[in-house]
């Protein structure tokens, strides 16, 4: 493996983070902190607890997986999206570099943004309510395996856009929408049973839900099924991925 072709692209793309430190980090870090400060306020006044855990507590997960989906998706999209509007995609094509380590240096680093953006969130979350987190291995494992594979996401949407339009069309139609109706800010279990047979079809409810299990240890769905979940998805998306570079799908002329 070029590991040092897959540490210039790592290192071009945080730099280029840090060059935007204003719209890659504190932008985020507002906005949800927003949407905790008034959902929590409107909501939490009502609702003071949900299966024993007060409802400030209670929507933190799901603040941070929202902000995970959607951050991962928009890093890994943009990254690789202007290299192929500028025309320098095709330098790094003609370059001694397999397509494992473009795809390793573009997702790592989408991801390694994401992941200490949802840290630094979930530091912020702790000087608003008290959290515990009472399975820190699979809160890391979870946060790790999905920034790592709604990049993997991000990057597959940013080789089939062909305008900047087209790179907010899924995270602002598609996983936004999902994320708000997926159970991050009530249980699914305080739905109607009709409706909670329909969220079950909803994929981003096992994320969010294992999410939620790895802090306080109450899940909508059992924590193998939210496994399972983001492991198949994981799976589709690599398939996805490994099948535009086999076809040279937009990256080819």
Same mark, same amino acid.
């Given at each position: 493996?070029?590991?040092?072709?897959?540490?210039?692209?790592?290192?071009?793309?945080?730099?280029?983070?840090?060059?935007?430190?204003?719209?890659?980090?504190?932008?985020?870090?507002?906005?949800?902190?927003?949407?905790?400060?008034?959902?929590?306020?409107?909501?939490?006044?009502?609702?003071?607890?949900?299966? !024993?855990?007060?409802?400030?507590?209670? $929507? =933190?997960? +799901? %603040? @941070?997986? *929202?902000?995970?989906?959607?951050?991962? #998706?928009?890093?890994?999209?943009?990254?690789?999206?202007?290299?192929?509007?500028?025309?320098?995609?095709?330098?790094?094509?003609?370059?001694?570099?397999?397509?494992?380590?473009?795809?390793?240096?573009?997702? !790592?680093?989408?991801?390694?943004?994401? $992941? =200490?953006? +949802? %840290? @630094?969130? *979930?530091?912020?979350?702790?000087?608003? #309510?008290?959290?515990?987190?009472?399975?820190?291995?699979?809160?890391?494992?979870?946060?790790?395996?999905?920034?790592?594979?709604?990049?993997?996401?991000?990057?597959?949407?940013?080789?089939?856009?062909?305008?900047?339009?087209?790179?907010?069309?899924?995270?602002?139609?598609?996983?936004?929408? *999902?994320?708000?109706?997926?159970?991050?800010?009530?249980?699914?279990?305080?739905?109607?049973?009709?409706?909670?047979?329909?969220?079950?079809?909803?994929?981003?409810?096992?994320?969010?839900?294992?999410?939620?299990?790895?802090?306080?240890?109450?899940?909508?769905?059992?924590?193998?099924?939210?496994?399972?979940?983001?492991?198949?998805? *994981?799976?589709?998306?690599?398939?996805?991925?490994?099948?535009?570079?086999?076809?040279?799908?937009?990256?080819?002329?």
């Amino acid at each position: 493996m070029n590991l040092q072709a897959v540490a210039a692209i790592y290192r071009f793309e945080m730099a280029r983070a840090k060059r935007t430190l204003l719209q890659s980090v504190v932008s985020p870090v507002i906005s949800t902190s927003l949407y905790f400060v008034v959902f929590g306020a409107a909501i939490g006044s009502r609702i003071t607890e949900v299966e !024993g855990v007060s409802y400030g507590a209670f $929507i =933190v997960p +799901g %603040l @941070i997986m *929202l902000m995970l989906l959607t951050q991962s #998706v928009s890093n890994a999209s943009f990254s690789i999206f202007f290299p192929r509007f500028s025309g320098t995609i095709y330098e790094l094509l003609s370059a001694p570099v397999s397509y494992f380590e473009i795809v390793l240096g573009y997702v !790592g680093a989408a991801a390694t943004k994401t $992941i =200490v953006l +949802g %840290l @630094i969130i *979930l530091v912020t979350a702790n000087l608003f #309510v008290p959290l515990r987190i009472e399975h820190p291995f699979w809160m890391l494992l979870f946060l790790v395996l999905t920034a790592l594979t709604f990049s993997l996401l991000g990057f597959i949407i940013g080789i089939w856009a062909d305008t900047f339009e087209k790179l907010q069309l899924v995270p602002l139609l598609v996983i936004t929408p *999902l994320t708000f109706l997926g159970g991050s800010f009530y249980s699914i279990n305080m739905l109607p049973p009709i409706w909670q047979t329909i969220t079950l079809f909803n994929p981003v409810v096992y994320l969010v839900s294992g999410f939620r299990w790895s802090f306080y240890g109450i899940s909508d769905v059992s924590v193998a099924a939210s496994l399972a979940m983001i492991l198949l998805f *994981l799976g589709l998306c690599l398939g996805v991925v490994a099948w535009i570079f086999k076809t040279g799908y937009r990256i080819k002329p």
